[in-house]
């Protein structure tokens, strides 16, 4: 099947920015929509930011404007980056798709996570 390797997290003070890269690997014919999601302590996992596979993009309210989702099909890869980071973007961020491959058909896959820590 599809395997999702997020990578870029770390500690940030607030005002920092950050790149976060999910990596897709595997039987891969087709990623569909893909995005991130982050949850931090004691709350539910909230969508950060999505793109369709014709590059539509949707960003949570508390994000526009400072993130920016990106897609690159050559390389399988969907990038977050992380501007204006505040305290509260504090959280793990989980990199999701929802594609086709090879041997199953249709799946929806989350990564890892990686933990994104913004504080002075």
């Known amino acids: 099947q599809v395997h999702l390797v997020e990578s870029g997290g770390g500690l940030v003070q607030p005002g920092g920015s950050l790149r976060l890269s999910c990596a897709a690997s595997?039987?891969?014919?087709?990623?569909?929509?893909t995005g991130w999601y982050r949850q931090a302590p004691g709350k539910q996992r909230e969508l950060v930011a999505t793109?369709?596979?014709?590059?539509?993009?949707n960003y949570a309210s508390a994000v526009k404007g400072r993130f920016t989702i990106s897609r690159d099909n050559a390389k399988n890869t969907v990038d977050l980056q992380m501007n204006s980071l505040k305290p509260e973007d504090t959280a793990v961020y989980y990199c999701?798709?929802?594609?086709?491959?090879?041997?199953?058909?249709?799946?929806?896959?989350w990564g890892q996570g990686t933990l994104v820590t913004v504080s002075s």
């Open positions: 595997g039987s891969i014919f087709s990623i569909y929509t």
């Open positions: 793109i369709t596979s014709g590059d539509i993009t």
């Open positions: 999701n798709a929802h594609g086709a491959d090879y041997e199953v058909g249709y799946l929806e896959v």
